[in-house]
């Protein structure tokens, strides 16, 4: 009961710590082009500053149930020559089943910053065998929700992200687990980054 009532604790913190990031991003000046304006657009490098400042204010950073997932990126519809990119996410895991994370996109002349929330059903498929491996096998279905800013190549205004794919989870090293797999999704309301991303990643999680 003590763990849980942490968890739910430290997912809350998470959650508005992402609810401040995604706000303060939308608040940075931009540069409109207009006579004797001073002002500079967001960047990568203050974006991840924040980004940080976020996951150290959220107690993500000494948290036990965590993941951390780079992935590469195709979006076969985003404009040519910025069709291919990367970028990571960092999942608090509230439970075995949810999570809440903060994930960070670049795509061409494209970034973004999003808070999400994911829904995961881990299974043992292999466990009929008998085998004493096979326990040790997880494949995991998911599906995450968010809303992001983006920091270049948009409007910044309120970016939907909506993802679907599957992991396979294995290993043991330093306490956490291993784990590769893919998802499709989407980005809404993105301008001409709007519409179809592939992504294949793999990461390390600890806990749950």
């Known amino acids: 009961m003590k763990n849980t009532k942490s968890n739910l604790i430290g997912g809350a913190a998470f959650l508005l710590a992402t609810i401040t990031l995604s706000l303060s991003l939308q608040a940075q000046p931009t540069n409109n082009g207009a006579a004797g304006t001073n002002a500079s657009a967001p960047t990568i490098s203050g974006a991840l500053t924040e980004l940080y400042a976020a996951l150290e204010s959220s107690g993500l950073t000494t948290a036990t149930n965590y993941a951390v997932e780079p992935y590469l990126t195709y979006a076969p519809s985003a404009p040519g020559g910025n069709q291919v990119g990367g970028g990571l996410l960092a999942v608090y895991n509230l439970s075995t089943?949810?999570?809440?994370?903060?994930?960070?996109?670049?795509?061409?002349?494209?970034?973004?910053?999003?808070?999400?929330?994911?829904?995961?059903?881990?299974?043992?498929?292999?466990?009929?065998?008998?085998?004493?491996?096979?326990t040790n096998i997880v494949v995991a279905p998911f599906a995450l929700a968010g809303v992001g800013t983006g920091l270049s190549g948009s409007t910044g205004t309120a970016i939907a992200v909506t993802d679907a794919g599957a992991y396979v989870e294995f290993g043991h090293w330093w306490g956490g687990r291993?784990?590769?797999?893919?998802?499709?999704?989407?980005?809404?309301?993105?301008?001409?980054?709007?519409?179809?991303?592939?992504h294949f990643f793999a990461g390390w999680s600890k806990g749950f």
């Open 97 to 134: 089943y949810l999570g809440t994370g903060l994930g960070a996109d670049y795509l061409g002349q494209f970034s973004l910053v999003s808070a999400q929330v994911q829904l995961k059903l881990p299974t043992h498929p292999f466990a009929f065998t008998g085998a004493s491996w096979a």
């Open 178 to 198: 291993f784990n590769t797999g893919a998802a499709i999704g989407r980005w809404s309301n993105a301008g001409a980054y709007s519409g179809t991303r592939y």
